[in-house]
């Protein structure tokens, strides 16, 4: 009798135990999907004030961006690793320089820059005074105007074709009347410099991002493109 009330004790005990564990497995994997979201922006050089951290040891790569857009105030999203050449179709384009009064000569290739958690930089960073007018590189839709934690207030521009994304972070504000869906021209002025998400309150400058769309042409999923080259290009 008493044998069987132990036993009859200890199978759910053990049923609970395992379950407990299992919670606990999920819970570590959502928290580790979450916090490495995102290798889109971040801040240029170390500064003082930095919020980096340096990636724990042991952290996971960068994960595939999720199936579901992010949510305002979240990371914003991941790419999937860059391409190793930039496309002759964007090259041949003649981009626009996305920042009023910058020269090309003064662009520097950040592309490759390490970032907290282990990211990549995956972008270029155009400093320029704050409220600079950031200008469209080329003609397109406005797709998203998206704030983030790290970007702050940003844009995602398709390209005409619909086969890539440009992205503009950082900003100080948005142009007047700019509108998700808005068609803009090549030149267009579509925001203003500034230090919106993690950008150090002294050093406004312009994250500019180019990826490329995936078949589901979501905003928030791509290959990342260095837009230093296609931007300054060897003549
Ligand atoms: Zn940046």
Same mark, same amino acid.
């Given at each position: ?25 999920? $819970? +570590?994997? /959502?928290?580790?999907?979450? #916090? %490495?979201?995102?290798?889109? &922006?971040?801040?240029? !050089?170390?500064?003082? =004030? ?45 981009? $626009? +320089?996305? /920042?009023?009064?910058?020269? #090309? %000569?003064?662009?520097?290739? &950040?592309?490759?820059? !390490?970032?907290?958690? =282990? ?59 700019? &509108? ?6 090549? =030149? ?48």
């Amino acid at each position: 009798m008493a044998g069987e009330k132990r036993g009859g004790w200890k199978v759910p005990l053990a049923g609970f135990a395992g379950f407990a564990l299992g919670a606990a497995t999920v $819970l +570590l994997v /959502v928290w580790l999907y979450v #916090r %490495e979201r995102g290798p889109l &922006t971040s801040s240029p !050089a170390p500064f003082p =004030g930095s919020t980096a951290v340096p990636a724990a040891p042991g952290a996971p790569p960068a994960i595939p961006s999720p199936a579901t857009p992010p949510q305002p105030g979240m990371s914003p999203p991941a790419l999937s690793p860059p391409a190793a050449v930039p496309p002759a179709d964007l090259t041949g384009r003649d981009l $626009l +320089l996305p /920042v009023q009064g910058v020269r #090309r %000569e003064d662009l520097r290739d &950040t592309f490759t820059e !390490a970032r907290s958690q =282990g990211r990549v930089h995956e972008a270029i960073d155009i400093m320029a005074p704050r409220n600079s007018p950031v200008l469209a590189v080329e003609g397109g839709r406005i797709v998203k105007l998206f704030s983030s934690d790290r970007g702050g207030l940003t844009i995602y521009q398709f390209d005409p074709t619909g086969t890539y994304c440009y992205y503009y972070a950082h900003l100080e504000s948005y142009a007047p009347g700019l &509108t998700e869906g808005m068609q803009v021209a090549r =030149g267009q002025v579509i925001g203003y410099v500034g230090t919106s998400g993690n950008a150090p309150p002294n050093s406004p400058h312009l994250h500019f991002a180019i990826f490329r769309l995936n078949a589901q042409k979501n905003w928030w999923q791509g290959q990342a493109i260095n837009p230093y080259p296609i931007l300054r290009p060897e003549r």
